[in-house]
């Protein structure tokens, strides 16, 4: 479910107007975040890194109005009372597809559910985008290396109003554990002081997993 947003009286107005005529309005954001806490909240209930991450990750987003809001095919600014996880899914074969969990507030439900379509689309394999579904985060883990910096591929056509949210390899530095996480944002939705928002309060939540975590 969404609200229709009333771009004539949005205090972003201006700004949006500004941005929608840029080729690619899209811009990054990447920050090292401390997961000593979040981690051994995790490895302790035995749960999944991967899936609790898409937890912490959606529920920072879904406490961040801008971050909730996606731009629809007829211009539109939609803002949903609720988004969702989606997120790359390693094959065996080394390809990849999509999987697209349901955001559940309680970390045990929506790890719960978010196994069981793990493993159904490592099952069935494929892509199997989703491009129509607004109501979602795109994630991209890549457990495999640390960065500080990523460029996602856009399609012409392409829906760019979706956050995107990259995670890396996390590693151990001075006694504690980082983990490095890029965001991209469509300008004409969100600024610096709302992927602040978004970075502050990740940062706050991985450092309390116990609100969570039970």
């Not at 591929?153 to 001075?174: A, C, L, Q, T, W």
């Amino acid at each position: 479910m969404y609200d229709l947003i009333n771009i004539d009286t949005w205090k972003r107005k201006e700004l949006f107007r500004f941005f929608e005529h840029y080729d690619n309005p899209t811009w990054d954001l990447f920050c090292d975040v401390r997961i000593t806490s979040f981690y051994s909240a995790v490895k302790s209930k035995e749960a999944s890194f991967f899936l609790s991450f898409l937890y912490v990750g959606s529920r920072v987003c879904n406490a961040i109005e801008e971050l909730q809001c996606r731009i629809d095919e007829q211009g539109n600014v939609r803002r949903y009372h609720v988004v969702h996880p989606s997120s790359t899914i390693l094959y065996d074969d080394e390809t990849y597809g999509y999987g697209y969990f349901d955001y559940k507030i309680g970390h045990k439900e929506f790890i719960i559910g978010a196994k069981k379509e793990f493993d159904r689309q490592k099952a069935n394999r494929g892509v199997e985008p989703k491009d129509d579904d607004l109501a979602r985060i795109y994630f991209s883990p890549i457990p495999w290396v640390s960065f500080s910096g990523f460029r996602h591929p856009f399609r012409r056509s392409g829906n760019i109003s979706v956050p995107m949210i990259v995670f890396g390899k996390h590693y151990e530095r001075d006694g504690e554990r980082f983990l490095p996480v890029g965001l991209t944002l469509h300008h004409g939705l969100a600024d610096g002081f709302h992927a602040g928002l978004f970075f502050n309060k990740l940062q706050e939540e991985l450092d309390h997993p116990e609100r969570y975590i039970q």
